[in-house]
């Protein structure tokens, strides 16, 4: 059974940075993606940052020089570095994979950053 446990998340003042984790276990095809996604209250999920198992990286237009999205394909596990962080980048964040093999989609259970003014 696929899980993602994302970790890093909490309270920070605007301009500050925090770095989320999310570790992937439990596949039986290598991983092909990993991404992030976050939803605000009341808003729909919406794309941050991805990273393919060759490091090939893309960004959402707000996170361009202030996110930095990593893999370490050895440990299944994804980061994002988060710098200047802004009050609108308050949400919950979620970590997603794809697999190689099937193209299967997985989500992990989000964790909450809260950027305050």
């Known amino acids: 059974q696929v899980q993602l446990v994302e970790s890093g998340g909490g309270l920070v003042q605007a301009g500050g940075s925090l770095r989320l984790s999310c570790v992937a276990s439990?596949?039986?095809?290598?991983?092909?993606?990993m991404g992030w996604y976050r939803q605000a209250p009341g808003k729909q999920r919406d794309f941050v940052a991805l990273v393919n198992r060759g490091g090939g990286t893309s960004y959402a237009s707000s996170a361009k020089g202030r996110f930095t999205i990593s893999i370490d394909n050895a440990e299944n596990t994804v980061y994002l570095q988060m710098n200047s962080l802004k009050p609108e980048d308050t949400a919950v964040y979620f970590c997603?994979?794809?697999?190689?093999?099937?193209?299967?989609?997985?989500w992990g259970q989000g964790t909450q950053v809260t950027v305050s003014s």
């Open positions: 997603n994979l794809e697999i190689l093999a099937t193209n299967d989609n997985f």
């Open positions: 439990g596949m039986r095809s290598p991983i092909k993606v």
